[in-house]
């Protein structure tokens, strides 16, 4: 069982960028979708970006042109790059496969002047 950890997480004004990683305690290059998901409060956990295992990847509407997702299978570790952050992104950001296995503690991501 892959265990995952997010990092990179924090306070940013509104317009700013933030870079998350989530590193994996083994191989990541068996799971052939990688995905960053996320959730606010009071809010259902929402699937935003995944990537396949040859980097092919798809984003929701919401941040399509703002995030950037990527893999390094060779690290066992998954990117999400957001620029020109809203205050709508505030949530606590999580990274597993598609479908999820157990989650991580996730990391927070607080958009706010």
């Known amino acids: 069982q892959v265990q995952l950890v997010e990092s990179g997480g924090g306070l940013v004004q509104p317009g700013g960028s933030l870079r998350l990683s989530c590193a994996a305690s083994?191989?990541?290059?068996?799971?052939?979708?990688m995905a960053w998901y996320r959730q606010a409060p009071g809010k259902q956990r929402e699937l935003v970006a995944h990537i396949t295992r040859g980097s092919i990847t798809n984003y929701v509407d919401s941040v399509k042109g703002r995030f950037i997702i990527s893999r390094d299978n060779a690290k066992n570790t998954v990117y999400l790059q957001m620029n020109s952050l809203k205050p709508e992104d505030t949530a606590v950001y999580y990274c597993?496969?598609?479908?999820?296995?157990?989650w991580g503690q996730g990391t927070q991501v607080t958009v706010s002047s």
């Open positions: 083994g191989s990541i290059f068996s799971i052939y979708y």
């Open positions: 597993n496969g598609i479908p999820p296995s157990d």
